[in-house]
């Protein structure tokens, strides 16, 4: 089956695609995720940050030992953190981008407006497909609004887009009172692609030890729904390639995604869980379904269920939630019928 597809004008010879995570971190496996059929994958995030933070705790231990014996203040010394974390990252993209044949897609989530360029444009260099840019920002500092919050992702997509020429995708949360437009507006500034939706950390509450619990879960199926959702409102109507991330574990939540008009779709969690042979699961899974639907390609099949392709739109919208209320209304009031009165 022909699963060739087109993602920010990169052609995959398949839409599955590993997202980021440890798992794309080192060469032999990401060479079995391109065994395992995978159309592209991209490398976990370069976190600018983590760097940033070495570089200052390098820089403190260096001066600390300034005013002791010149052994000691050599042995401190140590090359700049940031040069080489920064190296090691350039260097699996190097490493990536010539022994793989699929598409290799780095991944960076900056700090200042200098580190995101800087970093996106040595990520280029190293010969990176294309850059997508993990923008993970909590919105903890109350001060700022939620128009604020999108101009950050504005201002960073604009600056990145005027260094790199490679295609940019942002991945960006779900928490915008209007995603729709907001979508629209980081296409308008230069992303070529929208990866929906990053799956931001939360942490959990310890209620023995009385301590944040910083444990990751991974992700289950039933949790695609809010991307599926806002999958099916944009296509065909933003000027970007959609990527969808967020509880792909089987084929059937493939299909899901590619329906709702996704251009690729994305797993890690069921990657970790099962093995990068599992992408082989959901390759042929997909393949599967679609020789049984007669179907010789995907532009047979994608968006076929997107809001703009469906007899009743509002099936997307709150229309269909009050209608499923109803349901429920009734089928409390059938059971919650108070029990026969007993005449006796
Ligand atoms: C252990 C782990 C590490 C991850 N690291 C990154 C990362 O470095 N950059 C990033 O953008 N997303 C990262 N993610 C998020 C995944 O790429 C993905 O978007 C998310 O897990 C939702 O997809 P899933 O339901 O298939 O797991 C990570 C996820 C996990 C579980």
Redesign the pocket.
């Given at each position: 089956m022909n699963l060739n597809t087109e993602y920010m004008g990169l052609q995959l010879r398949s839409p599955l695609v590993a997202?980021?995570?440890?798992l794309t971190s080192e060469l032999p496996k990401l060479l079995a995720l391109q065994d395992a059929g995978a159309g592209a994958v991209?490398l976990?995030?370069l976190f600018a940050e983590q760097i940033e933070a070495e570089t200052h705790r390098n820089e403190a231990l260096s001066n600390a030992g300034a005013s002791s014996s010149p052994e000691a203040r050599s042995y401190l010394l140590t090359p700049d953190t940031s040069q080489v974390q920064s190296y090691q990252y350039l260097d699996l993209v190097r490493q990536a981008s010539s022994q793989l044949d699929i598409p290799v897609i780095a991944?960076l989530n900056g700090v200042t407006e200098a580190s995101w360029i800087d970093y996106a444009r040595q990520i280029e260099d190293a010969g990176a497909s294309a850059l997508?840019l993990?923008i993970y920002i909590i919105a903890s500092d109350l001060t700022l609004s939620g128009r604020d919050i999108e101009q950050r992702y504005l201002n960073i997509v604009h600056a990145v887009r005027q260094q790199v020429r490679i295609p940019i995708a942002v991945?960006l949360g779900p928490y915008f009172s209007a995603p729709g437009h907001f979508a629209g507006e980081l296409a308008a500034a230069g992303a070529n692609g929208l990866v929906l939706f990053?799956?931001f950390y939360q942490p959990d509450i310890d209620t023995a030890r009385l301590k944040i619990r910083n444990n990751?879960e991974?992700?289950r199926s039933s949790?695609m729904r809010l991307p599926l959702l806002w999958m099916a409102i944009l296509h065909g109507r933003i000027n970007a390639s959609l990527a969808a991330?967020?509880?792909?574990h089987t084929t059937d939540d493939v299909v899901q995604y590619l329906l709702a008009g996704a251009d690729v779709v994305?797993?890690?969690?069921?990657l970790?869980e099962h093995g990068v042979g599992h992408m082989r699961t959901l390759v042929d899974g997909l393949s599967a379904w679609l020789e049984s639907r007669e179907m010789e390609g995907l532009h047979r099949m994608r968006g076929m269920l997107s809001q703009q392709n469906i007899p009743h739109p509002e099936e997307y919208q709150r229309a269909n939630y009050i209608k499923i209320l109803q349901g429920y209304e009734t089928m409390s009031s059938r059971y919650a019928q108070p029990p026969p009165v007993r005449h006796i």
């Open positions: 997202s980021a995570s440890p991209v976990p995030s991944s997508e993990n991945k990053n799956r990751l991974l992700s949790e991330t967020t509880g792909v994305m797993t890690t969690s069921a970790l």
